[in-house]
């Protein structure tokens, strides 16, 4: 089997992808999803920035305005930053562990389908009726009383999606744990696959409150069961405590890759070996955990009194302390490192400050008597975006031009990259920076419109023009995105030259089971100990060469999840609905409901069940085999021309 084929019709690539089970395809498969949503998600900020840039617009209605509020927090979080901090997960940390594959690769094809699908499931919502409109947290108070079917939408289509994410992070758990080189203990791991294996735990105990959550809100607009009804018995604040245990570890389930992706950038690009690995995985730990503990900050205006708001100001204000020693490492890394300042090395650089900015506002908030005053004020918008955007979306875009040769055997142009990046994050400052001050000034966030004459119309009018700015810096990178594909390809390892860890110690383009022998890890930077020592194929090896076993294709995944997606669209249409009985939404007949959702639970049963009696043992690689893909690669890096047969 060779990675380099001869050409296949449009037909059998596509073919390809829906059955693929091969990490470096379903990672490709996660940013190109990442990047659509990202996109869409970017669209709703500009109309509502438009909006805002004038006061009393009526650019849109008030309406819209919380539909595109809703899924734009929705989408950005759930459905853009989590799918492409997977893609890296998916591309990179296999190759950093020495391993030829995740630990479940049908898992891993799963999971990507029904993220994908409960994600297109939930903007269907757009054309069936309306989006959520109650907020991308989706307060009881709010989404219990939403006419029509905007909020069944956000309850199913996460309700698919988070399964998804879910079985993605077992599986990264399982094969970090399992599957790692000959040699490479814990304290040799890279740094990003620390805070894969951290995220991926801090995903298996935040998803099941967010789980148990959506279907007590599902059962209670479905049947009116009033789990969160305070007018019938039951309290809408064990919403916010179910969304917010969930809510908060997903900030570090997003930030915590993003901190590992930069400390795999900062110490190639400063040509140095990270200082204080040892108390950087402490710290990565420590903030998982502690993650946990820091929930109700999101809630000191909801009267749980002075003790219970004094122990979540305190763990608050404890969460800084390892996020500050990480701070410190990366500048200490930088400090006396021979710098060569790259497109990755730029976003690393202008990522210090800026989330530096976001977590001392942070801090701030995290003083129960100032929150009080700046909860529910452009204050929190500011704060909260100088996280997202400053830590995580500047990791993601650094880490794009940084993997780009790994994952595509191309670069992106480095001076459009350049562009791409001043002119994004000056937009960024422009946007949020400004938006403090909006904040201070009394400014509510999640409205619509706002009368002139109050002091905030050029405050406004600036953050406007800052969103219009990153969108451009936007439409940049994917311009360089596609442009790369037809750009010269790399055609070898280390395309940076200072490379450190495993994944760079392989020829691009990578064969289908990445590694023909089992390398052997003889000390942390494991590349670089190999280059020291002058050896040019950058591994030595743990085996000699022998059969490679490797995991079938399967549509299974695929199919699975378009089972899910009838089924919610029997639950969304339930006759038995409140909305539907109070005439504010429509429903069907028992019927067609019933069988909706039967027939989609059933067929992915069914497929379950076909699965579980298949005898699925792969393939083997035979040696023969693999010396024909490696000499194929070889003539393929020499001369250009694709040769080989699959």
Same mark, same amino acid.
């Not at 929705?74 to 997977?86: G, K, Q, R, V």
């Given at each position: 089997? /060779?990675?380099?084929? =001869?050409? &296949?019709?449009?037909?059998a690539h596509v ?5 693929t ?14 990047t659509?949503f990202f996109?869409?998600?970017g669209?709703?900020?500009?109309l509502?920035r438009?909006?805002?840039?004038f006061?009393? /617009?009526?650019?849109?209605s008030?309406?819209?305005?919380n ?6 927090g ?13 893609a ?5 940390v296999?190759l ?12 891993n094809?799963?999971?990507?389908w029904?993220?994908?699908?409960g994600a ?8 069936l009726?309306?989006a959520p409109?109650a907020?991308?947290t989706s307060?009881?108070s709010l ?6 079917h905007g ?10 999606s ?12 399982v094969t970090i744990?399992?599957?790692?080189a000959?040699?490479? #203990?814990?304290?040799?791991?890279p740094l990003?696959?620390w805070?894969?294996l951290v995220?991926?735990?801090l995903?298996?105990f ?9 279907f007590?809100m ?5 049947f009116?069961a009033?789990?969160f009804?305070h007018?019938?018995?039951?309290n ?10 969930f809510g908060h570890?997903e900030v570090?389930?997003l ?7 930069? /400390? !795999? ?9 990270l ?12 903030i ?6 820091v929930w ?12 219970a ?6 763990? #608050?204000?404890a ?11 990366w500048?200490l890394t930088?400090?006396?490192g021979?710098?060569k300042?790259t497109?990755?090395?730029l ?6 400050p ?6 001392v506002?942070?801090v701030m908030?995290?003083?129960?008597p100032?929150?009080?005053?700046l ?13 997202i ?8 875009f650094?880490s794009?031009?940084?993997y ?5 055997n191309r670069a992106?142009?480095p001076k459009?990259?350049m562009?791409t990046?001043?002119m994004?994050?000056?937009g960024f400052?422009l #946007? ?10 009394g400014?509510?966030?999640r409205v619509f419109?706002?009368? !002139?004459g109050?002091g ?10 800052g969103a219009?700015?990153?969108g451009?810096?936007v ?15 790399v055609?070898r390892?280390?395309y940076?030259g200072?490379g450190r860890?495993l994944?760079?110690a392989?020829?691009?383009p990578l064969?289908f089971?990445n590694? &023909? =022998?089992?390398?052997?890890i003889?000390?942390y930077d494991?590349?670089?100990i190999e280059?020291?020592e002058?050896?040019?194929?950058g591994?030595v090896y743990?085996?000699?060469l022998?059969?490679i076993?490797m ?6 995944p695929?199919?699975m ?5 009838i089924?919610?669209f029997?639950a969304?249409?339930?006759?038995w609905g409140?909305?539907?009985?109070a ?9 067609i ?7 989609g ?7 379950m069940i076909?699965?579980?009696? &298949?005898?699925d043992l792969?393939?083997?690689v035979?040696?023969? !085999?693999?010396e024909q ?7 393929y890096r020499a001369?250009g ?5 699959k």
């Open positions: 089997m /060779s990675s380099v084929t =001869q050409k &296949k019709g449009f037909g073919w390809d992808y829906l059955t089970v091969d990490h470096k395809k379903i990672a490709i498969m996660y940013l190109a999803a990442g659509l996109a869409i998600a669209f709703e900020a500009l509502m438009i909006q805002l840039m006061p009393e /617009s009526t650019f849109i008030a309406g819209l305005f539909e595109l509020l809703t899924m734009h929705t989408t950005m979080l759930f459905l853009a930053a989590t799918p492409i901090i997977f890296f997960m998916n591309a990179v296999p950093q562990i020495g391993a030829r594959d995740v630990a479940f690769p049908f898992l094809s799963l999971g990507f029904l993220f994908f699908i297109v499931f939930l903007h269907l919502s757009f054309f009726g309306g409109d907020g991308w307060y009881a989404s219990l009383y939403s006419p029509g909020i069944d939408f956000y309850i199913l289509g996460l309700q698919i988070g399964a998804g994410t879910l079985i993605s992070g077992i599986n990264f758990i744990i399992t599957m790692r000959p040699g490479m #203990t814990f304290m040799r791991m990003f696959t805070t894969t995220a991926s735990s995903i298996l935040a998803f099941p409150p967010l789980t148990g959550g959506l007590l599902l059962v209670d607009r479905m009116g009033n789990f009804d007018t019938m018995g039951g809408t604040i064990i919403w916010e405590h179910l969304f917010w245990i570890p570090y389930i930030v915590l890759p993003a901190f590992g992706l930069f /400390s !795999e950038i900062i110490p190639v690009f400063a040509r140095k070996r200082f204080g690995y040892s108390s950087m995985v402490f710290a990565t730990i420590l998982g955990f502690l993650g946990f503990m109700a900050h999101h809630m000191f205006t909801v009267g749980l009194g002075a003790t708001n004094a122990i979540f100001a305190v763990a #608050t204000m969460i800084a302390v390892p996020t500050g020693m990480k701070v410190f490492n500048i930088i400090w006396g021979s710098i300042v497109v990755p090395m976003y690393a650089l202008g990522f210090i800026s989330f530096v900015a976001g977590g506002t942070g908030q995290a003083t129960a100032l929150d009080y005053q909860h529910d004020s452009y204050f929190i918008v500011a704060h909260f975006h100088y996280v955007v400053g830590g995580i979306v500047t990791g993601l650094g794009a031009h940084f780009w040769p790994i994952m595509f992106l142009n459009l990259g562009i990046f001043w994004f994050f000056i400052h #946007t949020f920076f400004i938006q403090h001050f909006l904040g201070l000034m400014m509510p966030r419109t706002y009368m !002139e109050q905030w119309d050029l405050f406004n009018f600036i953050s406007s023009i219009i700015m990153m451009i810096g439409v940049l990178l994917v311009i360089d995105a596609i442009l790369s594909i037809k750009s010269e390809p055609n390892r280390d940076w200072d860890s994944e760079w392989l020829e691009t064969p089971y590694f &023909k =022998q089992t390398p052997l003889r000390g494991p590349y670089w280059k020291e002058g050896n040019k194929e591994m743990a085996e000699p022998g059969e076993h995991p079938n294709n399967s549509i299974l695929f199919i999840s378009i089972g899910m997606m089924a919610a029997g969304l249409y339930s006759p409140d909305q539907v009985q005439g504010t939404a429509t429903g069907t007949t028992p019927a409901s019933l069988a909706l959702m039967i027939g639970l059933g067929l992915t049963i069914a497929c076909i699965r579980s009696f &298949k005898d792969g393939f083997h035979t040696v023969p !085999e693999i893909v490696e000499a194929d690669l070889a003539h001369t021309n694709k040769g080989g047969n």
